[in-house]
């Protein structure tokens, strides 16, 4: 459900970006902002994909999977220390 949220907002941001850079009034803004929305909308397609690193070291031995169990291991430290405190 959430990576189709990510997707989602991707494609509005791909969208939106491409809408602002042909706009014909207030053009230096508006291409400035149509880049940094491409920008944010590349970042969340790393997002979708799985690599939580953001191009920093992504190799052959990241995956999707490896992420999901830090997250969930996280999550489950963080449970346990809330159910624990009350």
């Known amino acids: 459900m959430l990576q189709t949220i990510i997707l989602l907002g991707a494609v509005q941001g791909f969208i939106l970006s491409g809408l602002l850079f042909f706009s014909t009034t207030h053009r230096r803004p508006n291409r400035l902002l149509a880049v940094l929305l491409l920008l944010m909308a590349l970042a ?3 997002l ?10 992504i190799d052959n031995t990241d ?8 997250i969930k291991n996280a999550v489950d430290q963080y449970m346990d220390t809330v159910i624990n405190k009350k």
């Open 44 to 46: 969340s397609l790393r």
């Open 48 to 57: 979708e994909k799985g690599y939580r690193d953001f191009g920093v070291d």
């Open 63 to 70: 995956s999707r999977y490896k992420s999901e169990d830090e």
